[in-house]
């Protein structure tokens, strides 16, 4: 990357011609802001040195193209080079797409055949099986290890590979459900079913990931999980009931959880929507739902009207997939897109897992090069 031309305009403005003809316009300030001298910046750091509060009040005294990069004297006498390479990757357009993220939506049981499926040791060894797990998390919210031994500890090596256990005051690391164990005042601990639901809505922080390994289900029946993409039916309801996603996205929806020594308690929006109208993360727990008060009779019963609308999507058959867990498969799932439910069952069932945080499986995507 070379730049052509460049040239100083309307006296606050550094105007960059590169030879694959793009042509970028710079604020003085953005660029005195990103200088790169060791006074201002530290690249082993990775870091800025210099703080906002000393932002000198300069401009730029003359301008030098020196082809790969330009160097700028300012007013103070300071002095600034930029590579072209790295000017060359502020377009706001690229910059701005680049960063945003491109599920692939699914429903029903057509993501059987899409969602990747690793052995273990090629998960846990090879580049090329990380990348097929991260990828499949990204597009489809679901990914399966296979042939891992049905023990707490194998389970956690695994949940270690995704980004690292994420451990919380209230459930610990790893955790393990079973019917015989009343850990937790919770449905999930009992062999009812579950309606389709993602965990923690009433956490300013949610689980990342839910990780499931059901390592033991003797003398009984049903049990089956069940998964459904919660972004498939918030576009579903975006493009049939317009105004019940509007309410979601806007709405601050209170959700709590209360046990023995805990209460946890928050008041967040069911869909939280990007600038591009792109659904983030989906809070939606019918469980932990707690009572409230409205500011008129026409917001409780859009309230009502809209969660149910969402609900019938994430209910309706059609859109799920089944699956039946069996001992040596983990399924990871994203738990700010998919829910997740189960079948009534008997029997002795023990599940264990773990949850992980966000940032730390989308940094491991990020450092595989997946993500930007
Ligand atoms: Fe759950
Ligand atoms: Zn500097």
Redesign the pocket.
């Known amino acids: 990357m070379k730049i052509t031309e460049c040239s100083v305009v309307e006296d606050t403005k550094v105007k960059i011609q590169f030879d694959d003809g793009k042509i970028l316009t710079f604020e003085d300030c953005w660029l005195?802001d990103n200088?790169?001298?060791?006074?201002?910046?530290d690249a082993n750091l990775v870091e800025r040195l210099?703080h906002i509060v000393n932002f000198p009040d300069v401009r730029v005294k003359n301008i030098q193209n020196l082809q790969t990069r330009i160097s700028v004297t300012w007013t103070d006498n300071?002095?600034?080079t930029y590579d072209a390479s790295f000017l060359s990757q502020f377009d706001f357009k690229i910059w701005e797409q680049s960063r945003r993220l491109s599920p692939v939506l699914w429903k029903g049981s057509e993501v059987v055949s899409k969602v990747a499926r690793v052995e273990v040791d090629k998960f846990l060894n090879t580049e090329e099986g990380t990348k097929e797990i991260f990828q499949s998390l990204l597009d489809y919210g679901l990914a399966f290890v296979e042939n891992v031994t049905p023990t707490i500890e194998a389970t956690e090596v695994v949940c270690n590979a995704l980004g690292g256990v994420m451990h919380t005051n209230m459930y610990g690391g790893m955790w393990t459900i079973s019917t015989n164990l009343t850990e937790h005042s919770d449905t999930a601990y009992t062999n009812l079913a579950l309606k389709q639901h993602t965990d923690n809505s009433y956490f300013s922080e949610p689980a990342g990931l839910q990780i499931f390994h059901c390592i033991e289900h003797n003398d009984g029946t049903g049990g089956e999980s069940i998964f459904m993409d919660g972004f498939y039916g918030a576009k579903k309801l975006k493009e049939e009931h317009p105004k019940d996603f509007e309410f979601l996205s806007n709405f601050q929806l209170d959700a709590e959880y209360i046990e023995d020594g805990h209460h946890f308690r928050l008041l967040a929006p069911v869909l939280k929507v990007n600038k591009f109208g792109d659904v983030v993360h989906l809070r939606f727990n019918s469980y932990d739902r707690t009572p409230m008060a409205f500011a008129d009779g026409e917001e409780c019963r859009s309230y009502y009207r809209s969660l149910k609308n969402l609900a019938q999507y994430f209910e309706d058959p059609q859109n799920q997939f089944v699956i039946k867990l069996q001992p040596g498969t983990v399924v990871a799932i994203d738990n700010f897109r998919v829910l997740h439910g189960r079948a009534a069952f008997t029997g002795k069932r023990i599940l264990c897992g773990s949850y992980v945080r966000r940032d730390d499986w989308t940094d491991k995507a990020r450092v595989l090069k997946l993500i930007k």
């Open positions: 005195r200088c790169r001298c060791p006074v201002c910046y210099a300071h002095v600034s």
